[in-house]
């Protein structure tokens, strides 16, 4: 008897682009590059995703080029020729190993502290300022500010095509810069980039078609969305399919070939009477592919590992998400905790043993495996 899972190891191509199988890996934030250099630890943890059956990875959130992008220690940048360098060679390991991969290019807005590297003057840049004890903590953007910040996500696209990565993906997701202009707790401009949903998406819309301009038709736009929010895990930007439909459309047209729509429980419907996820209903309402995301693989979420805590998920069940695969509500599975405690995650479902995946808890976060 063939191995249900056999439907994540199908290929998937769209235009230039040929995946060797479904399964996608998630960025997930890992901090071991010291100076936002990548190095032969980083190259290696890649290497081997690739090489155990994951058909795209996503990196990590890499920083653009602009002086507040960075909001943590030791994550790596996507600007410097030493950082630029250390992401080659990581091409270079996954497609030997036959995978393929894009950056996550990364700006997190006003979640920047005072006193983070590599400059501790300089503040978070938001929508809108906040001022705590007479220090300026976030500084809102001027229009000056969101053509500069545009631009460095233009350059780091562009140096991704330059160094032979398969594609991009933008991080519009989770309460970081392009997610605090969407949602309203964080941008209540009075300009051009505020007011309404659509008027809030422009600063989005204006950057994916910079992107777009700078590395041409044929390379992959990747553009990750979601709901919720770190500050507000209930969170909701649209509350019906017409909310999202009319949300979408404007950011296919400037240029997204595919969106990863992010949940917490990928099986979890995204609106009443219907059963399709997230995913599926991007799908629906686009036609563009989508990837699935949210606790894949685990019988625990990932929220229950935000902090300290003894806890550890167990390798779940697959038939569902096999189920939703088949059926074509999505077209490629992202997997994250279940992929950073176990790089043979794939290839073990392939097959067929589920038995031997390792369990996942906070002490897998300590070390690249």
């Known amino acids: 008897m063939s191995n249900p899972a056999s439907v994540l190891f199908r290929p998937f191509t769209l ?5 060797p199988s479904r399964v996608v890996m998630a960025p997930m934030t890992r901090s071991f590059s010291p100076g936002g250099v990548p190095n032969a630890k980083v190259v290696e943890y890649y290497r081997r995703r690739a090489a155990a059956g994951v058909g795209l990875i996503v990196t990590e959130g890499t920083t653009v080029g602009h002086k507040a992008a960075n909001g943590y220690p030791d994550v790596p940048r996507f600007h410097g020729e030493d950082a630029l360098e250390g992401w080659r060679q990581v091409v270079e390991a996954v497609h030997a190993e036959g995978g393929r991969i894009v950056p996550q290019l990364w ?13 501790a003057s300089v503040p978070g840049y938001g929508p809108c300022e906040k001022v705590k004890d007479g220090r300026v903590v976030v500084h809102g953007m001027s229009e000056a500010d969101i053509h500069e910040v545009i631009a460095a996500f233009a350059q780091a696209a562009r140096d991704a095509q330059r160094i032979g990565m398969d594609g991009v993906e933008i991080h519009g997701a989770h309460g970081y ?13 009075s300009d051009g980039y505020g007011g309404d949903l659509a008027q809030r998406s422009r600063f989005a819309i204006e950057l994916i078609q910079a992107v777009r301009a700078a590395v041409g038709a044929d390379f992959p736009i990747i553009f990750r969305f979601s709901q919720w929010k770190q500050q507000d895990y209930g969170a909701r930007l649209v509350q019906t399919p017409e909310q999202l439909a009319a949300f979408l459309q404007p950011l296919s047209e400037a240029g997204v070939d595919i969106f990863h729509c992010s949940t917490r429980r990928f099986w979890e419907a995204e609106f009443d009477g219907s059963p399709l996820n997230l995913a599926g209903w991007t799908r629906k309402l686009t036609g563009k592919p989508t990837i699935t995301v949210g606790s894949v693989g685990l019988d625990g979420e990932f929220l229950q590992f935000m902090v300290a805590t003894d806890k550890v998920a167990q390798p779940a069940r697959l038939e569902g998400l096999l189920e939703r695969l088949r059926q074509e509500e999505f077209d490629l599975v992202a997997v994250g905790r279940a992929l950073l405690v176990d ?27």
């Open 177 to 189: 810069l392009i997610d605090q202009f969407f949602w309203a707790g964080s941008n209540q401009r």
């Open 107 to 119: 700006h997190v807005g006003n979640v920047r502290k005072l006193g983070t590297e590599p400059d």
């Open 15 to 19: 235009g230039k682009l040929v995946l």
């Open 343 to 369: 790089p043979d995650w794939a290839v073990k479902v392939r097959d067929g043993r589920e038995a031997d995946i390792l369990p996942f808890s906070r002490a897998a976060l300590s070390s690249l495996a």
